[in-house]
């Protein structure tokens, strides 16, 4: 009792919480303060969960996260025990009753919406499903002090600000696409990439596996594509390429985070490194050299042989036993050599193997033009939101992932002043991130047919893991609004605001972030 007494007066002495509840991105759909029900996690605390192994697994990440800044133990047990404040229960499916502002209602949280209650008493999230817990868990963390990324413990007073949160994604599809063909990069970076994608609600990670200066995956029927055309990147450095087990590894970790690989294998443009690998797919026949330079839209697998449609099955096969996830990415983007028929005709029979592979196809929107296959998902990347192509493919029942380049493409400048990056699609600073619906974006696009959103990172440019974390960081935020919240929510003042609480996180955490003036960092 005397040390309840104790904690009383220290709160109380300590002052509302420093985080609102609203000061979450990706912005909530819901939420509702109450300035008198603020919570302080005690040293004590236990996560309880409810009994399901991946809701548990959940309750052991949000453990993970919370031991190191608060020293504290956190252990995690059943939903049934009475102690603990911090619970985690997925609910059956189907409407939740919320209230939400006085007004009583009725909300069905889907595969990915969560319900989180901060009392006096504690914590309580209720989802559908594990991942919508993990992403009650991620508004959780922001909810908590900015000291709570730190990596070893800081005395604090653990508040979260009272009130409710009622929660769920706009678009299911909301991604990053990370080049590690130009530039590669080992497993551990692109485990931190997946980290970054997860606190902002992002649920799909592209990896861009191969392109003319070099092959990232090892695929046991053609082995010198990993061996042979793994071995060069941009620049003229040493490359590299991810083994079968590396590869389960980084989509292993996503999984944990509720994160989905999509893994792309660029055809028929960009194979210059598999064409060195195995020239009998090259057109003529003839060996090209390597290639380390940043030129594009040269190389290409003969599409009159045969032997090409091997290729391609066996390592679309090889690259879909690999991966749990719907998705097969091929490529399609400017093979400016393989024209007409020649690229509808390769693009159809590719779709074709994907589909008999039981995945479903994405492309690059080049792929418009094909004959539509049931369920294709085009990836645009244009600068221009009016293109009739598109619009005639949308009507045929094609679904889309917007990234246009002048608004989603990381790899462009901040400013001209930026060390890094391209301008091609133009510069883009955190307003021109944030600054577009994907909803209204496209001409002859409707909101439902779109899928969601993805910032593509190409890397021609960018060398290191400080140097991805500079160019998506502070952009990627404004990607992961644009996807998760509702547009009544879209607020640049708002946005800017909410991203300037994020920059303590980011350097208590050791993240390299790039402190765009265009943000009030506090
Ligand atoms: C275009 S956009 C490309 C990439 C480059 C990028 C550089 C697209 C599908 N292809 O090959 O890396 O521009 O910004």
Known sequence: LARVAARTAADLLAGPAPVRLGDVIPAPERVAADPTADFVLPADAAVRVSLD?????????????????????????????????????????????????GEVGAVDLGDEGYRLDVT????????????????????????????????????????????????RPRFPYRGAMLDVARHFFGVADVLRVIDHLARYKLNHLHLHLTDDQGWRIAIDSWPRLATVGGSTEVGGGPGGWY????????????????????????????????????????????PPPPYTGTDVGFSYVDPADERTYDFVADVLGEVAALTPGPWLHIGGD?????????????????????????????????????????????????????????????RQGARLILSPGNHAYFDMKYAPDTPIGHDWAGLIDVRRAYDWDPGTHLTGVPADAVLGVEAPLWTESVTSLAEIEFMLLPRLPATAELGWSPRAAHDWVGFRDRLAGQGPRWDRAGIAFHRSPDVPWS
């Open 243 to 286: 083994t079968a087990a590396d590869y389960r590894r980084i989509v292993r970790y996503a999984a944990r985070r509720h994160v989905t690989v999509v893994p792309e294998i660029d055809l028929p443009g960009h194979t210059n490194a598999a064409l060195v690998a195995y020239p009998e797919l090259a057109p003529g026949k003839i």
């Open 120 to 167: 006096t008493d504690g914590v309580r999230i209720v989802a559908v499903t594990p991942a919508g817990l993990f992403h009650g868990v991620q508004t959780l963390r922001q909810l908590l002090p900015a000291a709570i990324d730190s990596p070893t413990p800081v005395a604090e007073r653990w508040v979260v600000p009272g009130g409710l949160i009622v929660d």
């Open 53 to 101: 192994p991946a809701a548990r697994d959940v309750g052991e990440q949000l453990a993970e996260l919370l031991r190191p800044a608060t020293g504290y133990p956190l252990p995690v047990t059943d939903v049934a025990d009475p102690e603990g404040p911090l619970v985690l229960t997925l609910a059956g499916p189907g409407p939740l009753a919320v209230g939400v502002s």
């Open 334 to 394: 400017e093979a400016f050599k393989v024209r007409g028929a020649a690229y509808t005709g390769f693009v159809e029979r590719a779709q074709r193997i994907v589909a008999g592979l039981g995945k479903t196809v994405v492309g690059w929107h080049q792929l418009a033009p094909a004959a539509h296959l049931d369920g294709r998902v085009l990836q645009w990347w244009g600068t221009n939101g009016d293109d009739p192509d598109i619009a005639a493919a949308v």
